[in-house]
């Protein structure tokens, strides 16, 4: 398949997912009580940064596809919250820092994997320490190794996180859990330093095995990737699959493999971390939360 039938292939999902985006809002509008997260972390924002706005319009648009594992929810999480720190900011009052982005972001979220690279963009590690008062959630940019390139295979169907996290279990034997500590290290090194090691440092014993009875297509076309040389893995709780190479291009194989399959396959940027301005938020790119950090289990 030409790339640019691969183009539209996904710009089709993309179009049917803002449809089904307005929709949601109009639908939610309609709901006294009941908002969207972008809406909700507006109000959460303001709260935060001690500003008050009365007669708002919004007008929102996620372009990432939604339940795939693709950090959609993040995206809007903590783009409602760079919208509060654009009028924070037209108000004279201090907009919230990066790391407090994170860690409210995260509080919606319940966990630091997907805001955290939504609000800093790129590569990212993130992690939770226990404290008191509740979680605390923190996060560090890593460089990115400029010869890695990002491709992602997004498919029709959907899946839930909470569904399939439930296929996870409760313990671990120590041996699994060394196995799989050991690849999170190697992954830095080889995200960061060394990009040959990438196909060992992806490999997993602990989320994707337990989750492929849930998304046979998914898991199969992750199998397909790696037995000919390319580095993939679950996006996230999938069902999209995330494939990292040094090639500009995936091999031909591989992308009828997926045309045929019902994947919609491009290459993605990496996106730079949330913007804003005084009050307005800059549209988060596509390419910034599929691309950073999408191994939310």
């Known amino acids: 398949m030409a790339d640019e039938e691969r183009a539209a292939r996904l710009g089709e999902i993309i179009r049917r997912q803002r449809e089904l985006s307005e929709l949601s809002m109009r639908q939610f509008a309609n709901l006294v009580g009941i908002s969207n997260p972008y809406m909700s972390q507006i109000e959460r924002g303001l709260r935060e940064t001690g500003v008050v706005a009365t007669g708002l319009i919004v007008r929102c648009r996620n372009d990432i596809p939604h339940s795939r594992g693709l950090g959609s929810s993040a995206a809007a999480v903590v783009g409602g919250l760079a919208a509060a720190n654009g009028l924070a900011a037209q108000a004279g009052s201090n907009p919230m820092t990066a790391e407090q982005l994170v860690q409210v972001s995260s509080e919606f979220e319940g966990h630091p994997d997907n805001a955290a690279a939504a609000v800093f963009g790129g590569a990212v590690v993130s992690w939770t320490e226990a404290d008191a008062g509740g979680p605390r959630y923190a996060a560090a940019s890593i460089r990115l190794h400029p010869d890695i390139n990002v491709f992602i295979a997004v498919p029709q169907v959907r899946s839930s996180t909470a569904e399939t996290r439930v296929l996870l279990p409760d313990q671990v034997s120590h041996t699994d859990a060394r196995f799989n500590v050991s690849r999170a290290a190697l992954l830095v090194v080889a995200l960061t330093e060394r990009p040959d090691l990438l196909m060992a440092a992806t490999e997993d014993v602990l989320h994707q095995p337990q989750r492929e009875a849930a998304m046979p297509a998914s898991a199969e076309y992750l199998a397909v990737l790696r037995r000919r040389g390319v580095t993939a893995v679950l996006s996230g709780a999938g069902p999209a699959v995330l494939a990292l190479s040094t090639m500009c291009e995936l091999p031909a194989g591989v992308l009828e493999y997926g045309s045929e399959n019902g ?21 988060p790119q596509l390419g910034s939360d599929a691309g950073s950090n999408t191994r939310n289990t």
Request: hydrophobic share 50%; no cysteine; glycine share 14%.
């Open 263 to 283: 994947f919609a396959v491009a290459r993605m940027s990496v996106g730079d971390g949330v913007k804003w301005t005084s009050g307005v938020a800059a549209r």
